[in-house]
């Protein structure tokens, strides 16, 4: 239910966010900057971190069924579970920080 919620409010996010550079192109057609406009930067931040997040939740909810339903589960397989539970929060903060302009 939480994945779906946030598929959901990620592509209304990128969806207002592809609205709004369409409204305000015509602003922004006689400026020619080598660097991609905010939305387009929105967006990619919003892809990157909703792509990340439903791939590291599919493979941890793959490893935590097998460790439900395998008789003889490896210390490898809790180990790796731990692994890829706590890979989204340590990596996000990363995305946002490469993502932002105004840190160097």
């Known amino acids: 239910m939480s994945l779906v919620l946030m598929a959901w409010a990620s592509g209304s ?19 020619h900057s080598p660097r991609p406009s905010h939305e387009v930067r929105a967006t ?6 909703t792509s990340s997040f439903v ?16 008789a003889n589960r490896g210390q490898w397989v809790v180990s790796s579970s731990v692994l890829v539970a706590s890979c989204f929060p340590a990596l996000s903060p990363f995305v946002l920080l490469i993502n932002d302009t105004r840190v160097s």
Do not use: E, P
Request: net charge positive; charged share 10%; glycine share 0%.
């Open 13 to 31: 996010m990128v969806f207002l966010l592809h609205r709004h550079k369409q409204r305000v192109q015509h602003i922004h057609s006689h400026v």
């Open 44 to 49: 990619r931040t919003i892809l990157i971190l």
């Open 55 to 70: 791939s590291f939740y599919s493979v941890y909810t793959v490893l935590t069924m097998w460790m439900t339903l395998a």
